[in-house]
């Protein structure tokens, strides 16, 4: 069993960044995937980033694009998403996902694919 812990959320202004780390353990992720999904109130859990293990392909929300990155740290069982040039509409809580299948093309971005999930990290983005 994989229990993963989000950190990193908080308030920031637009435009200001932040790094998000989800640490796993009770079982090393190297051979897991890896994604981040937000929910704001009200609406529904959607996909921000995912990675893929061994040649770690990446993925991302066209929403996010460009100004989010996505890594993983096998040794440290954690994977991180750097957030830059944030908006007013990036706030929402943010969590960390695990599923040992490997997916890829629009498989990443579904949130029913990932059987491991972290309890969530607040961002807020003040305009």
């Known amino acids: 069993q994989v229990q993963l812990v989000e950190s990193g959320g908080g308030l920031v202004q637009a435009g200001g960044s932040l790094r998000l780390s989800c640490a796993a353990s009770?079982?090393?992720?190297?051979?897991?995937?890896l994604g981040w999904f937000r929910q704001a109130p009200g609406k529904e859990r959607d996909f921000v980033a995912a990675?893929?293990?061994?040649?770690?392909?990446?993925y991302y929300a066209d929403s996010v694009k460009g100004r989010f990155t996505i890594t993983r740290d096998d040794a440290k069982n954690t994977v991180y998403l750097q957030m830059n040039s944030l908006k007013p509409e990036d706030t929402a809580v943010y969590f960390c996902?695990?599923?040992?299948?490997?997916?890829?093309?629009?498989?990443?971005?579904?949130?029913?694919?990932?059987?491991?999930w972290g309890q969530g990290t607040q961002v807020t983005i003040s305009s």
């Open positions: 009770g079982r090393t992720f190297r051979w897991y995937s």
């Open positions: 990675i893929e293990w061994g040649d770690r392909n990446t």
């Open positions: 996902a695990a599923d040992p299948q490997r997916f890829s093309g629009r498989a990443v971005a579904n949130s029913q694919n990932y059987g491991h």
